[in-house]
């Protein structure tokens, strides 16, 4: 079975421009979360889809945006690129909104210049 | 909201050894407690988790304890292999309808 997959691998961009990222989760998941790995910070909370809604969003300015696909896929997106932006971005699907249990897909390398 | 602190930041030790990464949380509500082993260049692998119904969870050389009272938690490795190298993340959750709270991770280096 297929584990959680992103697209791209890496992605670099200007300052200002903006940045789509995908995720597609385990079969059968109905949830998506989206993290911010930057160096030295760990892993901090972006976004959380279940059944095409938001069902929660971390400490992150509005630029900060995605949405959840019928087919449970999810993208996100970063407007208006800043420097701090550059990290690794991380995709976790759980089984549905009761489920705890993440799992991780590779991540997409986010470098703005 | 919850907050997780985690210790060491780095750890070394030789092949065979144990080694112990602890952390502690902030929120009482939590009852969610899962490991993540992160490689250079790859997302982070689920290894172990504990709910706060069990004080213990084996699974190899790899266990999970935890104290609800004192609110911490610990990821104890046995018999250390080079392979164990990596970054070790901890995280909480009060469970259901919330999002994963993780601490910084720790570097873990296992010596031949």
């Known amino acids: 079975e297929a584990g959680v997959t992103q697209s791209p691998t890496h992605l670099i961009k200007t300052r200002g421009q903006q940045a789509t990222l995908r995720c597609s989760p385990i079969?059968?998941?109905?949830?998506v979360y989206w993290y911010q790995q930057a160096l030295g910070l760990g892993l901090q909370f972006l976004l959380w889809?279940?059944?095409?809604?938001?069902?929660n969003r971390g400490n992150f300015p509005p630029r900060f945006s995605g949405r959840q696909f019928p087919n449970y896929s999810s993208e996100l997106n970063v407007n208006a690129l800043e420097l701090e932006d550059s990290a690794l971005y991380l995709c976790?699907?759980?089984?549905?909104?009761?489920?705890?249990?993440?799992?991780f897909g590779p991540g997409t390398r986010l470098t703005v210049l | 909201g919850e907050n997780v602190e985690q210790h060491p930041s780095t750890l070394s030790v030789q092949e065979g050894d144990s080694a112990v990464i602890k952390c502690t949380y902030s929120?009482?509500?939590?009852?969610?407690f899962p490991w993540y082993k992160q490689e250079l260049g790859k997302g982070p692998q689920l290894i172990i988790d504990?709910?706060?119904?069990?004080g213990e969870k084996k699974d190899q050389r790899i266990a999970v304890t935890l104290n609800k009272t004192a609110k911490h938690f610990s990821l104890h490795i046995t018999e250390t292999q080079p392979e164990d190298s990596a970054v070790y993340f901890c995280?909480?959750?009060?469970?259901?309808?919330?999002?994963?709270?993780f601490g910084k991770g720790t570097m873990l280096l296992v010596s031949p």
């Open positions: 976790a699907s759980s089984l549905d909104i009761f489920t705890d249990t993440q799992y």
């Open positions: 079969s059968g998941h109905t949830s």
């Open positions: 889809y279940d059944e095409g809604e938001e069902r």
């Open positions: 929120d009482s509500a939590s009852n969610y």
């Open positions: 504990i709910r706060s119904n069990v």
């Open positions: 995280a909480a959750t009060p469970s259901g309808y919330s999002t994963l709270t």
